[in-house]
């Protein structure tokens, strides 16, 4: 179970996040990274944080640790600017939380050098849950002393935005030609080997066990939030085995 928390004050708006998550301070005393069931995108790039952080954290990745916010909407009375009114307004309930990483840099790879080896893993783990959002313009990468971590996969997984069609858009290739990590000749091939057997049945069922109910809950033509956390795994595991053979756009794999 991911830790659950209560906001007990909204800090500030994080105006470089396209879904303007917020900073807040929970009764655990602990700062976190808001990302607001009630944004735009809704509750499935919630669901997506938790299955690609929890997944990847599995996997040896860095990921800040997540948790569940209960956010009472009251909070957002003192809130001068209207857009926050109107997001804390409209997410009252669980709300997703990550850790806040003080100190931490955005990654910018002209200034960071990465090895063939853990930009293997990066890029592998991209592919396998489908990541878009990990470009030279927006990596979603963040640096702390030498580590790297790994945040925001909010647009990952688009097979869950349609289910009926998901056994296709799950076989599809991965174009990482404009991934942040592309001029660090990342060893895919590597990181699958390593990783690729590592991504069992059990393994996604730990993951998605992680999934709050509500998020799941009202999916059409699933019956239960359980048989919806299957598919999520289901997809994964179909993916997990041969999703390396079909990364495109970094140089040696351009013709796969
Ligand atoms: N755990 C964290 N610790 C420190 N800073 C963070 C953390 N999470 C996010 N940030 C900062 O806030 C920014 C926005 O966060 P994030 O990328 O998760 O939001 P988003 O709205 O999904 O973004 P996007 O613009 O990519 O759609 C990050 O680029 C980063 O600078
Ligand atoms: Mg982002």
């Given at each position: 179970?991911?830790t659950?928390?209560?906001a007990?004050?909204y800090?500030?708006?994080?105006r470089?996040?396209?879904?303007?998550?917020?900073?807040?301070e929970a009764?655990d005393?602990?700062?976190?990274?808001l990302?607001?069931t009630g944004a735009?995108?809704?509750?499935?790039?919630?669901?997506?944080e938790?299955?690609c952080?929890?997944?990847?954290?599995?996997?040896?990745f860095?990921?800040?640790?997540?948790?569940?916010?209960?956010?009472?909407p009251?909070l957002g009375?003192?809130?001068p600017?209207?857009?926050?009114?109107g997001?804390l307004?409209s997410?009252?309930?669980?709300?997703?939380?990550m850790?806040?990483l003080s100190?931490a840099?955005?990654?910018?790879?002209?200034?960071?050098?990465?090895s063939p080896?853990?930009?293997?893993r990066v890029v592998?783990?991209?592919a396998?849950?489908n990541?878009?959002?990990?470009s030279?313009?927006?990596p979603n990468?963040?640096?702390?002393g030498g580590?790297l971590?790994?945040?925001?996969?909010?647009?990952?997984m688009i097979?869950?935005h349609?289910w009926p069609?998901a056994?296709?858009?799950?076989?599809r290739?991965?174009?990482?030609?404009?991934?942040?990590?592309?001029?660090f000749?990342?060893?895919?091939?590597?990181a699958?080997?390593?990783?690729?057997?590592?991504v069992t049945?059990?393994?996604l069922?730990?993951?998605?066990?992680?999934?709050p109910d509500?998020?799941?809950a009202g999916?059409?033509?699933?019956g239960?939030?359980?048989e919806l956390?299957?598919?999520?795994?289901?997809?994964?595991?179909?993916r997990a085995?041969t999703?390396?053979?079909?990364?495109?756009?970094i140089?040696e794999?351009?013709?796969?």
């Amino acid at each position: 179970m991911l830790t659950e928390v209560t906001a007990t004050r909204y800090i500030t708006p994080l105006r470089e996040g396209g879904s303007l998550p917020g900073l807040i301070e929970a009764d655990d005393l602990g700062t976190y990274v808001l990302k607001f069931t009630g944004a735009g995108q809704g509750r499935k790039t919630l669901v997506a944080e938790v299955v690609c952080g929890e997944l990847a954290r599995r996997l040896g990745f860095r990921v800040p640790r997540l948790a569940t916010v209960e956010l009472d909407p009251v909070l957002g009375l003192g809130e001068p600017d209207e857009q926050v009114q109107g997001l804390l307004k409209s997410s009252g309930g669980t709300n997703l939380g990550m850790e806040f990483l003080s100190g931490a840099l955005g990654f910018d790879p002209l200034a960071f050098e990465v090895s063939p080896e853990e930009a293997g893993r990066v890029v592998w783990f991209d592919a396998l849950v489908n990541n878009v959002d990990r470009s030279w313009r927006n990596p979603n990468l963040l640096r702390r002393g030498g580590d790297l971590w790994l945040i925001d996969h909010g647009a990952t997984m688009i097979w869950h935005h349609n289910w009926p069609g998901a056994e296709r858009s799950v076989a599809r290739p991965y174009d990482a030609s404009d991934h942040v990590l592309k001029t660090f000749a990342p060893d895919v091939a590597a990181a699958a080997a390593d990783l690729a057997p590592r991504v069992t049945e059990d393994l996604l069922a730990e993951v998605t066990a992680e999934i709050p109910d509500v998020w799941l809950a009202g999916e059409p033509d699933f019956g239960t939030p359980d048989e919806l956390r299957l598919a999520y795994a289901r997809a994964l595991l179909a993916r997990a085995a041969t999703v390396h053979e079909r990364v495109h756009g970094i140089g040696e794999k351009e013709n796969q």
